[in-house]
């Protein structure tokens, strides 16, 4: 009995595609760590050092991208933490969100990232109310609630958007315990004004 004809050519040929898996793996972790660290300098005020780390993950972005051709689902999560990285810093910096063309990343990884921003905006509007600095938590609320205003009516198939169903609940919740926030806040600053 004959065995299955050019065996060798389809094991190759996959061989290689195991090697382009493992090397976008490997870029797509990369990404991912770098994006942590550069959110966590943003959220202490190291900006130009995460501007350094933003500049890095650009490259090694552009070098996914070229390398994931067909394999594009190993690598979107990396897009996504991108997405989130560059808009954080771009709303830090410029008090806007970037839009999904200046991100670059496609659609999905755009949409996942921002969605995330909500969280980092959450986290900076306590930071702002501690810091006793009303109207920026204020403005980083509109952001929060402008992110979830635009998405709330969007119903996707979890093979279309990955998980967005549960980003988007996420971000109502945030976006609930932020306006918490900032009705304590209020709250509180209306005493200081009164014990003056």
Request: proline share 2%; net charge positive; aromatic share 6%.
């Amino acid at each position: 009995m004959k065995g299955i004809p050019d065996m060798g050519k389809v094991e190759r040929r996959l061989e290689e595609l195991e090697r382009r898996r493992e090397a976008l793996l490997s870029l797509s972790r990369e990404l991912i760590r770098l994006a942590g660290k550069a959110i966590t300098l943003m959220h202490a005020r190291r900006l130009a050092e995460a501007a350094a780390l933003l500049a890095r993950m650009r490259r090694l972005e552009r070098r996914l991208k070229a390398g994931e051709k067909g394999m594009e689902y190993f690598s979107q999560q990396a897009h996504q933490e991108y997405v989130e990285a560059i808009a954080f810093y771009t709303v830090l910096k410029e008090r806007r969100l970037v839009s999904p063309a200046e991100s670059g990343s496609g659609e999905v990884p755009y949409l996942l990232g921002v969605m995330d921003l909500v969280g980092e905006l959450k986290r900076e509007i306590i930071d702002a109310i501690r810091a006793r600095e009303y109207a920026l938590a204020d403005e980083y609320y509109a952001l929060m609630k402008g992110i979830y205003d635009s998405t709330r009516h969007f119903r996707f198939a979890n093979s279309v958007v990955p998980d967005f169903r549960r980003k988007q609940d996420t971000a109502r919740i945030q976006l609930e315990s932020a306006a918490g926030e900032l009705l304590a806040a209020g709250a509180g600053k209306a005493e200081l004004q009164r014990l003056k």
